[in-house]
């Protein structure tokens, strides 16, 4: 026998040892939140005519540091509010993926975005528990007034982790309210973050929308998912 193909021998032996690769997660590893789910009921909670009276969306964009050329998720995107303006505010070096797990609502936003030419918007439909995102590739992640209708928050945390660069955000806006109330008490919230090893790095009042703005990193490694700790909701 060769040395080469003693070599590959052993690489063999040790693959069937320790398996062929990192293992591969299925959504029953993962605890379930111990606290009620808000029922999507809606992509549009008011018009875009009075959110902007309010300067919502540059509120937040401007407290989340939203420049020219960066990478932003919009995660929930429904009918392209955040998306839309996003876009403008990126620029044509920016690039923004607008994410929904609802088909018919995806459909609706790629339909838009065509229509008004935003060649820097990418649309793409994701699954409950997981935003689907390329890795590595984002400075921001939006999620606004939809992570209390997520209905496993600790998998879908987890995967949506790599899909941060070194130094991104995840920017969450929401209710300051019970989740089945259409909100998240920010306390919880920052409680499920950091048990998937995100940072809580700021969070402002946002009186237009009767809560907050939270900015969260990720530190450290991902927990495994049998080590994740449930937060009381």
């Known amino acids: 026998m060769t040395r080469t193909a003693a070599c590959l021998l052993v690489a063999l032996l040790v693959a069937a040892c320790h398996g062929s690769g990192p293992r591969e997660y299925k959504s029953k590893d993962f605890p379930q939140a111990s606290r009620p789910v808000a029922a999507i009921v809606s992509s549009r909670w008011s018009t875009e005519e009075a959110r902007d009276r309010l300067n919502e969306a540059d509120n937040v964009m401007r407290r989340a540091g939203i420049k020219p050329g960066m990478t932003v998720a919009d995660i929930g995107a429904g009918e392209g509010y955040y998306t839309i303006r996003l876009a403008q505010r990126v620029g ?60 496993s928050p600790y998998e879908f945390l987890w995967r949506l982790r790599p899909a941060l660069k070194p130094d991104g955000e995840v920017i969450v806006v929401d209710a300051d309210r019970p989740t089945n109330q ?23 009042p946002m009186p237009a929308v009767d809560g907050y703005l939270a900015r969260f990193r990720a530190v450290g490694t991902r927990p495994e998912p049998r080590d994740i700790k449930v937060c009381k909701g």
């Open 182 to 204: 259409h909100g998240t008490p920010h306390a919880l919230l920052a409680c499920e973050f950091e048990a998937i090893g995100y940072k809580l790095i700021e969070r402002q």
């Open 92 to 151: 044509v070096d920016g690039r923004v993926l607008a994410q929904d797990i609802i088909p018919q609502v995806r459909d609706a936003l790629a339909e838009r975005v065509t229509r008004e030419a935003l060649d820097n918007v990418s649309v793409k439909l994701g699954e409950p528990n997981d935003p689907k995102l390329p890795e590595g590739s984002f400075d921001r992640i939006f999620m606004v007034q939809m992570y209390h209708e997520i209905a």
